[in-house]
């Protein structure tokens, strides 16, 4: 028994009680710096956080002139010191340059045996310089199968004695840089693997080491390097190196290597407000169906119709400048899948660029092929959240799909008021349980789930009433009083905002009998719609009946009492674009074939009327109509 006691102590002694603390020789020890901070007493040489002038933050602002969305302020610092040096994550905002950057090819796919496929080092090297880190895109991705795996590496440091990466240059064989400065030649060609591909082999030159740069020479540094497949731009904050490392020819895609200089933080988009005067316009973009090359024309009658993915771009561009939206809504099937978007990244970098380019905000939902591809769903919201102006989410992890999230549009006065409801939920792509006539590969599309239902119910209820027709501070101006003039005191009602809701494979209510209107008795159904097969799963968890029908705008019962969700807006099917009223609620379809053309939802009155129309590719206006509000069927 003493023995056993005795051994315990032992080990109690050992393992928690002796704690072992370093001397200053194990300090000043030479060893890998992936997590030392070099603290520098010179405000010059902190981070470099890029500059942003386009930031806005709700701040409350007791000067009538300033609006309380539109005040600027510094980004938030970011603490750079806390990123792994050792791990490719371009992403993140990294303001530690690069001291080597080298090429290697491999027979052996490198993410099954990376000590293989890297370049050689020790550990002193790894000290001094940084670890090599593998950018984890293959530069002979289009090559081939008998094209070796090519990919380039390069070392990351903090230590400010290191001269680091300033420039990069793509040149052929017996070409040299033009500009003086230290330049390094990688050996391995660029276009190693590639028959008859003529050699083309990266320069880079550094400049001088952290401790003497300035603020402006580091914010100049290069600071992560990425691969984009395509002729299309390349990721927020990153700029293409001239020529490609792969030449588009036929089938063949365009392979590009892309650079970020500093750290470019994307501009975050305002919080949604009303104008003044009380309006609010939505864009809806259905069904983009971008691909890695530049597309093909699907569902239109444009002829010549080549570069689809550019066209539409264009077409969304010149929407956007007519209609001037504060929201811009992309409702699913952003990538078009089908073995098309093989990199869905740098799909992603471009689907939202017309928004973007012009500074609106715009939030996403996923269609039935975003995720065909490969990347789930996880993945692409973390890469848009990282572009500019959006407001997209992932949502509750223990509802069913990926992009389950609540939008509020608030008043322009002070006090912010929640004046509308924008719902986005996750439709799925194809249901687990259907399976076509080989047996691997299911068919038929997914449906709204319980756990979204009792979500969308979980979300309904935690809004406050507020008394409509609305009452304002007295800063609103001339308007309002004429307004609270016009409104006797039997008219006003507790109630929530009104909510429009976003998915993209619509229900099947959207296909059941309309609405009538009880005046003229004629179908509350308006637009194009008949021309293909309807677009509903086949199974149905009850959303319609147990959420949208569910959830009223008051919880009084008495006369007038309406419900909450007045609108639902869906993708999916290119070629229909009808509204139809079911049970009181509208179900409207992006549409987009034709000759194209966008909805689009204006809301005013405060949030109180919605009206919707669609804008063709040749600026006609198409199927104007009132859904809400006065002036809408009863």
């Given at each position: 028994m003493t023995t056993i006691v005795g051994f315990s102590l032992l080990l109690t002694w050992i393992f928690i009680l002796y704690q072992p603390s370093p001397g200053p020789g194990s300090i000043q020890k030479l060893g890998w710096q992936s997590w030392e901070v070099v603290s520098m007493s010179n405000d010059s040489q902190s981070p470099i956080q890029g500059n942003n002038t386009d930031l806005a933050i709700p701040v409350d602002s007791e000067t009538p002139d300033v609006n309380w969305?539109?005040?600027?302020?510094?980004?938030?610092?970011?603490?750079?010191?806390?990123?792994?040096?050792?791990?490719?994550?371009?992403?993140?905002?990294?303001?530690?340059?690069?001291?080597?950057?080298?090429?290697?090819?491999?027979?052996?796919?490198?993410?099954?045996?990376?000590?293989?496929?890297?370049?050689?080092?020790?550990?002193?090297?790894?000290?001094?310089?940084?670890?090599?880190?593998?950018?984890?895109?293959?530069?002979?991705?289009?090559?081939?199968?008998?094209?070796?795996?090519?990919?380039?590496?390069?070392?990351?440091?903090?230590?400010?004695?290191?001269?680091?990466?300033?420039?990069?240059?793509?040149?052929?064989?017996?070409?040299?840089?033009?500009?003086?400065?230290?330049?390094?030649?990688?050996?391995?060609?660029?276009?190693?693997?590639?028959?008859?591909?003529?050699?083309?082999?990266?320069?880079?030159?550094?400049?001088?080491?952290?401790?003497?740069?300035?603020?402006?020479?580091?914010?100049?540094?290069?600071?992560?390097?990425?691969?984009?497949?395509?002729?299309?731009?390349?990721?927020?904050?990153?700029?293409?190196?001239?020529?490609?490392?792969?030449?588009?020819?036929?089938?063949?895609?365009?392979?590009?290597?892309?650079?970020?200089?500093?750290?470019?933080?994307?501009?975050?988009?305002?919080p949604l407000h009303f104008s003044r005067s009380g309006k609010f316009k939505i864009m809806q973009v259905a069904d983009l169906h971008y691909s890695v090359s530049q597309g093909f024309c699907r569902d239109t009658d444009r002829k010549p119709?080549?570069?689809?993915?550019?066209?539409?771009?264009?077409?969304?561009?010149?929407?956007?400048?007519?209609?001037?939206?504060?929201?811009?809504?992309?409702?699913?099937?952003?990538?078009?899948?089908?073995?098309?978007?093989?990199?869905?990244?740098?799909v992603l970098a471009k689907f939202a660029k017309a928004a973007t380019d012009r500074k609106v905000p715009w939030a996403s939902i996923f269609g039935n092929h975003d995720e065909e591809d490969g990347m789930p769903r996880e993945e692409q919201i973390t890469l848009m959240k990282a572009l500019p102006y959006n407001l997209v989410d992932r949502g509750p992890k223990d509802v069913s799909g990926v992009s389950n999230y609540v939008l509020k549009v608030l008043s322009a006065d002070p006090s912010k008021t929640h004046l509308l409801t924008l719902y986005f939920l996750d439709s799925g792509a194809y249901a687990k349980g259907y399976w076509d006539f080989f047996g691997f590969i299911p068919t038929e599309y997914d449906w709204i789930r319980e756990s979204q239902t009792n979500w969308f119910l979980q979300q309904s209820s935690m809004f406050f009433h507020r008394e409509i027709p609305i009452r304002t501070p007295n800063d609103l101006g001339h308007a309002w009083k004429v307004r609270q003039e016009q409104i006797t005191p039997d008219t006003r009602r507790l109630a929530k905002p009104n909510a429009l809701m976003f998915f993209h494979i619509p229900l099947q209510e959207a296909y059941t009998k309309a609405d009538s209107d009880p005046g003229t008795h004629i179908a509350l159904d308006v637009g194009i719609h008949g021309q293909e097969p309807p677009g509903n799963a086949k199974g149905n968890a009850g959303f319609y009946e147990n959420g949208v029908l569910k959830a009223m705008e008051s919880e009084h019962i008495g006369k007038g009492n309406a419900l909450e969700v007045k609108v639902i807006g869906n993708g999916h099917c290119h070629i229909t674009e009808n509204c139809r009223r079911v049970k009181g609620i509208w179900n409207c379809f992006g549409g987009g074939g034709f000759d194209r053309r966008f909805r689009i939802y204006e809301i005013s009155d405060y949030g109180e009327t919605i009206r919707t129309y669609k804008r063709t590719e040749k600026d006609e206006i198409v199927d104007d109509m009132i859904l809400a509000g006065k002036g809408a069927p009863l």
């Open positions: 969305w539109n005040v600027t302020l510094p980004e938030p610092q970011v603490d750079s010191s806390s990123f792994p040096l050792d791990v490719w994550a371009p992403l993140l905002p990294h303001s530690t340059g690069l001291s080597e950057i080298t090429v290697t090819q491999c027979r052996i796919n490198p993410s099954l045996a990376e000590e293989v496929c890297a370049p050689g080092s020790t550990s002193e090297e790894d000290a001094i310089k940084g670890k090599w880190v593998r950018v984890r895109r293959d530069l002979n991705l289009e090559g081939g199968y008998l094209s070796p795996y090519l990919n380039i590496y390069y070392r990351r440091t903090r230590r400010q004695d290191i001269n680091l990466v300033a420039d990069i240059q793509l040149l052929a064989d017996n070409d040299e840089p033009s500009t003086p400065g230290a330049w390094h030649k990688v050996n391995t060609s660029l276009r190693a693997g590639i028959f008859h591909a003529a050699p083309l082999y990266l320069w880079y030159r550094t400049g001088t080491t952290a401790g003497e740069m300035n603020a402006v020479e580091r914010s100049n540094i290069i600071t992560e390097l990425d691969v984009l497949y395509g002729e299309d731009v390349p990721w927020y904050g990153f700029e293409k190196l001239e020529p490609p490392t792969m030449p588009e020819k036929g089938k063949v895609e365009a392979t590009w290597l892309t650079y970020r200089r500093g750290v470019k933080p994307p501009p975050r988009a305002p119709c080549q570069h689809s993915d550019n066209l539409t771009t264009t077409l969304v561009g010149k929407a956007l400048e007519a209609e001037r939206p504060d929201l811009v809504v992309f409702t699913g099937d952003q990538l078009n899948g089908q073995g098309t978007t093989w990199d869905p990244k740098s």
